[in-house]
């Protein structure tokens, strides 16, 4: 089995904790070669991680030269564009932690950077590659739950927060920060084109200046709404999935889904009335009927590595085989691209003061 030697750049919380974590595990596919990170003890802890013949440094132009199949750019989320453009530059392969980019004009960029280096662009959305998300996919493919009317996702909870995800610097805030995830299912839900988009964001609890409250609602002819919610002030969390079709309902969050749905041929026969009784007397009352409901429920009992690292290991995957077998590439540059245009647009919506 062809083993692909692998750097990191960045050994924090994705760097060391989603990526090398992963990576350990699967010896026979990756090889950890080298490791670059600003801070010193971190560098250590790579060393004592991989073992001492891993090359380290503070700076990723030090990786320049060297044999190496895949740069994972797991570096704070402003220097994805730059140094994610260098890498190209200097013929590397690059897998990008989200989010991709700034702008989608930086995205671009680097699709137009690649093909002409002719070099593999990746972008780490493994959100796409959840069992919760892959269950929601199949059902509404399935059409039981029937025409889709809204959709809405909820990646919210009640935090404080004071690190570097909250600078508007660092490309931070709930957007930028966990906006990738949910937006990235979004646009898949939403399926072909350009979503029309309508934003709110605030500041609440933040110790930064990027917002820590977001709602983005997505809509377009014929297609569902879908409100997306990323904030840190909801203290009680209902659901992630809440989806109303047009002959079904699916509630679900990352661990159970529940969904229900009719069929047309048993409603019972109405026609239109102006007014009701309640039946044998003159009182008046609503139109009700009793539908006949079919329920269902999934639970993601079973996922080996849980909800993180199996999608994890679906994405990589999908990578080793795209690289080592010429599979596709099932999460494209160019689909992100998207997402990266909603960011920008719902930014564009929403100023906020800079201040640091
Ligand atoms: N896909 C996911 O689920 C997921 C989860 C967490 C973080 N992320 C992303 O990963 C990136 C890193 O976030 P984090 O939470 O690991 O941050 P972190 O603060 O925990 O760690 C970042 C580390 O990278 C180092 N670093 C940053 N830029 C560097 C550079 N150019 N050269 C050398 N070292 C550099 C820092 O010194 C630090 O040790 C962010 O873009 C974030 O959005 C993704």
């Given at each position: ?110 699709i ?15 959100s ?38 909250t ?42 200046d ?32 809440n ?24 409603l ?12 044998g ?40 085989d ?27 919506q ?7």
């Open positions: 089995m062809k083993q692909l030697k692998v750097a990191i750049i960045g050994q924090g919380r994705s760097g060391y904790s989603i990526h090398g974590t992963y990576l350990i595990d699967d010896t026979e596919r990756f090889k950890v070669v080298a490791v670059i990170d600003f801070i010193e003890k971190r560098r250590l802890l790579a060393k004592e991680r991989y073992g001492n013949h891993v090359v380290t440094s503070d700076n990723y132009k030090d990786l320049f030269g060297m044999d190496i199949d895949l740069v994972i750019n797991a570096s704070y989320s402003h220097m994805h564009y730059s140094v994610t453009k260098d890498l190209l530059m200097h013929g590397f392969n690059v897998l990008t932690e989200k989010p991709f980019c700034g702008t989608a004009d930086e995205v671009q960029n680097l137009d950077t690649a093909r002409k280096k002719k070099r593999m662009l990746a972008v780490f959305q493994n796409r590659f959840t069992a919760y998300f892959m269950k929601v996919m199949e059902i509404l493919e399935s059409k039981v739950l029937g025409d889709i009317i809204q959709v809405s996702i909820d990646f919210s909870g009640y935090a404080r927060r004071w690190d570097w995800q600078l508007q610097s660092h490309n931070a805030g709930n957007l930028f920060n966990t906006g990738p995830h949910p937006l990235d299912q979004a646009l898949q839900i939403y399926g072909e084109g350009m979503p029309k988009v309508k934003a709110f964001m605030r500041r609440v609890n933040t110790f930064g990027a917002e820590d409250y977001a709602k983005v609602i997505l809509y377009g002819e014929n297609k569902p709404i879908i409100d997306v919610e990323v904030t840190s002030c909801q203290g009680y969390k209902p659901y992630v999935y989806i109303q079709g047009s002959k079904g309902a699916l509630t679900g969050t990352m661990t159970k889904i529940n969904w229900k749905y009719f069929k047309t041929e048993e019972p026969k109405q026609k239109l009335l102006l007014s009701f009784d309640k039946e007397t003159d009182i008046p009352a609503y139109c009700a009927e009793d539908i006949k409901w079919y329920e269902e429920e999934w639970t993601s009992e079973g996922e080996k590595y849980g909800t993180f690292g199996a999608s994890t290991r679906r994405y990589y995957d999908m990578l080793y795209h690289m080592v077998h010429g599979d596709q590439l099932t999460v494209t540059a160019e689909q992100v691209k998207k997402q990266i245009a909603v960011i920008e647009e719902a930014h564009r929403n100023p906020l003061s800079k201040k640091f």
